[in-house]
C-alpha cells in the first residue's frame, strides 16, 4: 500500500472513532467525571500509585492541563499525593477511597452504556470486533504477539489457501496450485499422519510448517509459508525453531525438505537449523521460466 493511501484510509477512520467517541463523550461522561478526568483516573486507579510525568507519557496530556484537573480532582478528595521515595521532587498520585467510590460510578455508567450500544451485535460479531481491536493497538504498537501451536483438521483449508495467495503473488502456475490440493488432500486422507504447526498473530492465522513421515528414521519438512502481510516478526524462525524442538525431542535422525532456490529467505533459515543443500532438479512446471528445485537435508549428529 502506497504512503498516501495509507494515510487517507488512517484519517478516514480517525474520523469515525473521533465521532464516535465523541458521542460516548457526550451521553457516558459529565456527571462524574469527564472522558479525560475518567481517562486519568482509571490510569492511577490501575498502576496504583504513578506520577504526573508517567501520565503525561501515557496519555500524551499537557503538564499544564494535567496539573489543572489534578488539582480540580484532589479538590474533590478524588485524588491525593504520597512521597515518592524514588525521587523527592516528584510525588506519587493515588486515589482516595472516595476516588475509587466515584470510579467505579463511572466505569458502571459507561459499562451499561456500552452495552446498550453494543446489544445490536450478535456473540460472533462481538469476538470479531475485540480481535479486530487488539491487533489494531498491538500493530500500531508494534508489540504483536507471536503464538505458534499444533494444527487441527480445521487447519487444512488454511494451509491450502495460505500457499495459494503467497505462490500466485510471486506468479506461478496453476500447476503449483493443484500440487498443494493434491499432496494437503493426501494428508488428510491419511488421517493428518505427521506434525503441523500454525503461526498465529494476535490470535490471526500467518503461517504454516508440517513434518510428515516417510518412515520411522525419515521424515519430511512440507508446507513452509508465511503471509507477507506479517513478515519482519520472525515467524518463519518461530515455525522452523519449533520443529526442529520437535525433531531433536524425538531423536529424529534425518529429515529432509525441497524448496526453490528463488527463496532467498527461507533457504537462510533452513542452513541456520542445520540443513544443507545435498541436490538440484531443473523445475519447468510451476513458472514461465525455469526455477531450481533443491533438496536440503538434515542428519543428526
Request: aromatic share 10%.
Amino acid at each position: 500500500m502506497q504512503d498516501q493511501e495509507f494515510i487517507t484510509k488512517l484519517r478516514h477512520f480517525n474520523r469515525f472513532n473521533f465521532n464516535l467517541m465523541q458521542r460516548f463523550n457526550k451521553e457516558l461522561y459529565g456527571e462524574i467525571f469527564t472522558v479525560l478526568e475518567s481517562d486519568i483516573v482509571t490510569e492511577i486507579d490501575e498502576r496504583e500509585t504513578v506520577t504526573a510525568n508517567q501520565l503525561v507519557q501515557a496519555i500524551g496530556i499537557d503538564k499544564g492541563q494535567l496539573s489543572n484537573i489534578l488539582k480540580r480532582l484532589a479538590a474533590k478528595g478524588v485524588v491525593t499525593r504520597l512521597p515518592n521515595p524514588a525521587d523527592k521532587r516528584s510525588s506519587l498520585l493515588k486515589l482516595t477511597a472516595r476516588g475509587k467510590e466515584m470510579h467505579a460510578a463511572q466505569s458502571a455508567v459507561v459499562n451499561a452504556g456500552l452495552a446498550k450500544e453494543t446489544s445490536r451485535f450478535s456473540a460472533s460479531e462481538k469476538e470479531h470486533l475485540a480481535r479486530l481491536m487488539n491487533q489494531y493497538e498491538r500493530a500500531y504498537r508494534q508489540d504483536q504477539q507471536v503464538t505458534v501451536r499444533r494444527a487441527s483438521a480445521a487447519d487444512l483449508g488454511f494451509i491450502t489457501d495460505l500457499h495459494s495467495r503467497v505462490y500466485d503473488k510471486m506468479n506461478f502456475t496453476l500447476a503449483v496450485q493443484h500440487y498443494f490440493f493434491k499432496y494437503v488432500g493426501e494428508y488428510a486422507k491419511d488421517g493428518m499422519n505427521g506434525v503441523t504447526w500454525i503461526a498465529e498473530v494476535d490470535g490471526e492465522r500467518v503461517g504454516t510448517v508440517s513434518l510428515l513421515r516417510d518412515d520411522a528414521d525419515t521424515w519430511k519438512v512440507r508446507w513452509v509459508a508465511v503471509d507477507d502481510r506479517f513478515q519482519g516478526l520472525g515467524i518463519g524462525s518461530k515455525l522452523l525453531d519449533t520443529l526442529m524442538d520437535y525433531v531433536h525431542q524425538h531423536q529424529i535422525p534425518y529429515v529432509y525438505l525441497w524448496t526453490i532456490d528463488i527463496l532467498k529467505a527461507a533457504r537462510h533459515l533452513y542452513g541456520k537449523a542445520g540443513f544443507v543443500k545435498a541436490a538440484t532438479k531443473e523445475n519447468t512446471a510451476w513458472k514461465a521460466e525455469p526455477i531450481t528445485e533443491e533438496k536440503w537435508e538434515y542428519r543428526a549428529e
